[in-house]
């Protein structure tokens, strides 16, 4: 078990909906970070938050959006939703101190399935 | 700027024969190197991570890697295949600073034939 909890598990909706997914970090780390993995993408880094603010922004697409929010849990929004946006999330967290090694932990992921 | 390329997008290894799984990286500072597992339908786990200290790191489940500063390599090794090991592997560096960036590989799948 990383600490990480992802929900929900897995979400089956249809085109155009809007859904979104809730990340809890471990105790005490400050950082969040948002992964998509599909078949023909691979594993994709869309967004980073650290103690609330957003740090780095990777390949995410405009009807996606995200937060962190005062007690570092996270959420990640997405709208309009295309057939092509199936795919699991994986939600991450790290401390990022100055002493930290920089080691990520992941949640078991939220599967989406867009019909 | 932080990269990181892994070699083979797929190897295929003899149960009992020796894995090797290569993983070149470019950094602009003192990395953190990591390896990560992960299983079909499951979330990424860490295998082992070089942290400036030891340059040879055991992991779990009997891998190993080498950090090669002069080669820029960390390539994972484990003697001896198990049909457990086959998945998906992820060479990953970080760059400590104030937000701490994170580059993930594009993944190597390892088949183990019985």
């Known amino acids: 078990d990383s600490g990480v909890t992802q929900t929900p598990k897995h979400l089956i909706t249809a085109t155009g909906q809007r859904v979104t997914l809730r990340c809890s970090p471990r105790s005490g780390d400050l950082s969040v970070y948002w992964y998509q993995q599909s078949l023909d993408q691979g594993l994709q880094f869309l967004i980073q938050?650290?103690?609330?603010?957003?740090?780095a922004k990777g390949n995410i697409l405009e009807r996606f959006s995200a937060q962190q929010f005062p007690d570092l849990h996270s959420e990640l929004n997405l709208s309009s939703l295309e057939l092509g946006d199936s795919a699991l999330y994986f939600c991450?967290?790290?401390?990022?101190?100055?002493?930290?090694?920089?080691?990520?932990?992941f949640g078991e992921g939220s599967r989406l399935t867009v019909l | 700027a932080q990269s990181v390329t892994q070699l083979d997008s797929h190897v295929s290894v003899s149960e009992g024969t020796p894995v090797l799984l290569r993983c070149n990286y470019s950094?602009?500072?003192?990395?953190?190197l990591f390896w990560y597992v992960q299983h079909p339908n499951k979330g990424l786990q860490l295998l082992l991570k070089y942290t400036s200290a030891a340059t040879l790191v055991k992991g779990i489940n009997g891998f190993e890697a080498e950090f090669k500063k002069s080669e820029t390599s960390f390539h994972l090794t484990k003697p001896s295949a198990h049909m457990s090991d086959a998945a998906e592997y992820f060479c990953v560096v970080s760059e400590r600073g104030g937000y701490q960036k994170v580059t993930f590989g594009t993944g190597t799948k390892l088949q183990v034939i019985p």
């Open positions: 991450a967290s790290s401390v990022v101190t100055g002493g930290d090694t920089g080691e990520l932990f």
């Open positions: 950094s602009s500072y003192s990395p953190s």
């Open positions: 938050y650290y103690n609330g603010e957003e740090r």
